[in-house]
């Protein structure tokens, strides 16, 4: 069973533009939720997607908004990118959601990095 | 709120050596779970454990062994005889009445040969 793939591996981007990631769960797993990783705020939920619908979110501003597909498959998006946006993003995916007591199966991640 | 506190930022050891990585969580529910996950350099998490509030009994697992003290709000982790592959980063992870799944800062471990 293929694990979870995200995808670019690496992005550079320079402040003010927009980026889009995406993630791809393992397959049957319905739930898709996104993680912002920095040395100095840790790991921090950003929102949760449940068969196409957003169930949970972080405390992140309106510029970081994402969405799912029919296929579970989901993209996240950055708009107006800031210096402080350089993280890796990780994406985790489980059959009921990050908000059940279920294990979830993370991805590589995408390394953003804003100039 | 609800808080997972990793105190321990980094561990060296010599391969063989047991280490114990701590985690200290807050929370006033008394539903709730307790996570760990290991961060190997090529950045995915990998689940090693879960634990819920109303089993305090400590699990082994091969090398890894995980003590839950309710009392002092503690889940602690051990490896016994560490070797060169448990070099990673570990995170201990606080889950509370289904809300979104809350991270300590992370121990980073280095086994050294």
């Known amino acids: 069973k293929a694990g979870v793939t995200q995808t670019p591996r690496y992005l550079i981007k320079t402040r003010g533009q927009q980026v889009t990631l995406s993630c791809s769960p393992i397959?049957?797993?319905?739930?898709v939720s996104w993680y912002q990783q920095t040395p100095g705020q840790g790991l921090q939920f950003l929102f949760e997607?449940?068969?196409?619908?957003?169930?949970n979110k972080g405390n992140f501003p309106g510029r970081f908004s994402g969405r799912q597909f029919s296929n579970s498959r989901s993209e996240m998006n950055v708009s107006t990118l800031e210096l402080g946006d350089s993280a890796l993003y990780l994406c985790?995916?489980?059959?009921?959601?990050?908000?059940?007591?279920?294990?979830?199966?993370f991805g590589s991640g995408t390394q953003l990095s804003v100039l | 709120a609800q808080k997972v506190t990793q105190a321990q930022t980094e561990i060296s050891v010599v391969e063989k050596e047991d280490v114990t990585l701590d985690c200290v969580y807050e929370?006033?529910?008394?539903?709730?779970?307790l996570f760990w996950y290991k961060q190997p350099p090529s950045g995915e998490l990998v689940f090693l454990i879960r634990?819920?509030?109303?089993?305090?009994q400590n699990e082994i697992s091969g090398r890894y062994s995980w003590n839950f003290q309710k009392s002092t709000s503690s889940f602690n982790f051990t490896i016994t005889a560490s070797q060169v592959v448990d070099s990673a980063v570990y995170f201990c992870?606080?889950?509370?009445?289904?809300?979104?799944?809350?991270f300590g800062t992370g121990t980073r471990l280095l086994v050294s040969p």
């Open positions: 985790a995916s489980s059959l009921m959601g990050a908000t059940t007591n279920e294990k979830l199966f």
């Open positions: 397959s049957g797993h319905r739930s």
């Open positions: 997607y449940f068969s196409e619908t957003q169930r």
């Open positions: 929370t006033r529910d008394t539903t709730y779970y």
């Open positions: 634990r819920n509030s109303f089993d305090e």
């Open positions: 992870a606080l889950l509370v009445r289904f809300q979104k799944l809350v």
